[in-house]
């Protein structure tokens, strides 16, 4: 039987906040909640305190500023797998499908379904009626957090489905993305 692969230490840095050889923190979160770590009272009922998540995977989530108004709040999302594995998503049938819809489904199709590593998500801009722009920012979006692989491209292009939410109409900022993205 083969070793289990390990994460790449861009992958860990990303999803730890450290390198791999820096001694890790002296609690983990295993939830999105605000960046100084206070939940409101209201939402405490909705965030878990136990349970099981799927092994293979890594989860992240930081403040990158895609929207200027927002100062503290998680707005970027990356859900990894360790290995490459299948992936099945459901796409709206709406007439005006956003960038990353496209995108999307292009990547899942010509990947046939398989072969994909991970899941990056941005709130704040839905990169939606952006015309040809906002299609290369969502191909961007994909190909930047593939760089976190240490893994060569299986010439495939890119295998992260990308997910965007927030204002309609506007090209996403993302720069802002790459400084949380680049290994």
């Known amino acids: 039987m083969a070793p289990k692969p390990t994460p790449s230490s861009a992958l860990t840095k990303l999803i730890l906040g450290r390198s791999p050889s820096q001694s890790p923190a002296t609690s983990v979160r295993h939830y999105s909640a605000p960046i100084d770590g206070t939940i409101p009272a209201a939402k405490q009922k909705y965030v878990p305190t136990g349970g099981r998540y ?40 709406n007439k005006f499908q956003a960038a990353p819809v496209t995108v999307s489904r292009e990547m899942l199709k010509r ?59 506007q090209r996403l900022v993302f720069y802002s993305m790459l400084t949380c993205l680049v290994p």
């Open 54 to 93: 799927p092994k293979g995977f890594l989860v992240s989530g930081t403040h990158v500023g895609v929207k200027p108004t927002n100062k503290s709040t998680p707005d970027l999302a990356f859900i990894a797998s360790e290995t490459p594995c299948a992936a099945a998503a459901v796409f709206t049938k």
């Open 111 to 169: 990947r046939n379904n398989a072969g994909v590593r991970a899941v990056i998500i941005n709130s704040g801009c839905a990169n939606a009626v952006t015309g040809k722009g906002g299609m290369e920012d969502a191909e961007k979006m994909g190909l930047e957090a593939d760089r976190c692989f240490e893994e060569p491209s299986d010439g495939k292009g890119s295998s992260t489905i990308v997910m965007s939410t927030g204002v309609i109409g």
